[in-house]
């Protein structure tokens, strides 16, 4: 069930939710140098596909190169423009949009027009710049630190997640973006704790009995393991289409946060992710996708299925998404007023799990100081 037994400490103040040094501080301990999800194979699945993003204000371009995915910075060395504005495309070659200068999959210079008026060339400044990229399922991670540990390292305790099915397993059903008026620990706190679920989600998503839910904590990230109420008609619809696409699936829901952003939920055929990014000390933005399983061997009937599943999922998590954001500003607002220190139950365990992580990160002592000696010793071991 739960690790803890009694009720925890919250070990962040409020003030840690809307100062503009803490989020500073958290930019640059905990973000920056972090793996990053930044897109899905859909975003490029063929050969020469590509798209580009922004982290943290710096564009990258994702390649796909003969079904392997690179990630460069999206600007020439040449005159500095952007390689492409384009959200997504696809070409023959990595080739700048300004020039015509083209690159090779290790970033060196290729073709380059009229490439007499620039003799003699001593090749390394005319490189591209080239970051690390990490492909787990359907999902692809990018990170601008090039000491930043193997993102495997990360997903040790989670791989199940990704690697119970190949990613071509996965079709993408939608994503979509929300700017939510409320710092990210807001939000990310709210999503790993279940004690919210019978007063907000009264008839769109809730657990069976308390005992029935169970807790990991991790030092990068935590685990929690549950039953979906449902009606059973609603069970017998979702286990008869779970049986068509993939039989064994597991109905348990199962939710995944590696430090600090990073959410990954799992239930019978569906898979969702969701990154947050804080885009300031009070708002962050939110990206979500859903993905649905294929069947191993398709079928113009086994297509559909997974179209009209992933409609149906994608429904209703945009409607528990919703019932959650109608909060945020009045957690946010609570935050910047509050004189309380706050408690955390042993349900909400998984909050005390990311506010120690965060605490410890930006080296926020106090917090560790009040935990009692038992939590302590847990945490650490």
């Known amino acids: 069930m739960f690790v803890n037994q009694s009720k925890l400490p919250h070990l962040l103040l409020p003030e840690h939710y809307s100062s503009q040094s803490q989020h500073e501080v958290e930019l640059e301990t905990m973000f920056r140098p972090q793996w990053h999800w930044v897109g899905s194979l859909h975003d490029a699945p063929d050969d020469g596909d590509f798209f580009t993003r922004e982290l943290f204000g710096v564009p990258i371009l994702v390649r796909n190169h003969q079904g392997a995915y690179h990630c460069f910075l999206n600007v020439c060395p040449h005159r500095h423009s952007t390689l492409s504005n384009e959200r997504c495309g696809s070409s023959p070659t990595l080739k700048c949009q300004y020039h015509g200068w083209e690159f090779n999959v290790d970033g060196s210079s290729g073709r380059i027009p009229d490439a007499k008026n620039f003799r003699p060339m001593s090749g390394g400044p005319e490189c591209l710049k080239k970051f690390s990229v990490s492909v787990h399922g359907p999902l692809i991670f990018v990170s601008l630190h090039q000491s930043c540990p193997p993102l495997t390292d990360q997903f040790k305790p989670f791989a199940t997640v990704t690697e119970e099915f190949s990613g071509d397993r996965w079709a993408h059903a939608e994503t979509w973006h929300y700017d939510f008026p409320a710092n990210w620990k807001v939000v990310a706190e709210n999503t790993v704790e279940s004690y919210h679920l019978e007063s907000v989600h009264t008839d769109s998503f809730r657990f069976e009995p308390e005992d029935e839910i169970e807790h990991e904590i991790h030092d990068g990230g935590t685990i929690m393991r549950a039953t979906i109420h449902a009606s059973p008609n609603a069970m017998r619809f ?131 100081d009040v935990l009692p000696e038992d939590c302590r010793r847990e945490m650490s071991s």
């Open 238 to 368: 979702s286990r008869w289409v779970t049986s068509q696409l993939h039989p064994d699936c597991s109905p348990r829901y199962r939710m995944y946060h590696l430090f600090p952003h990073l959410f990954l939920m799992r239930a019978d055929a569906m898979l969702q992710a969701m990154v947050l990014m804080p885009t300031s000390p009070i708002t962050c933005r939110a990206t979500v996708s859903v993905f649905v399983l294929r069947r191993e061997q398709e079928t113009a009937w086994s297509k559909w299925l997974t179209r009209f599943w992933g409609r149906i999922k994608t429904s209703a998590v945009k409607k528990i998404l919703a019932e959650d954001a109608s909060l945020y500003p009045g957690i946010q607002m609570g935050m910047e007023h509050s004189p309380f220190k706050g408690c955390v139950s042993a349900r909400e365990e998984l909050v005390h799990a990311l506010q120690n992580h965060v605490a410890e990160k930006c080296g926020l002592q106090a917090g560790r």
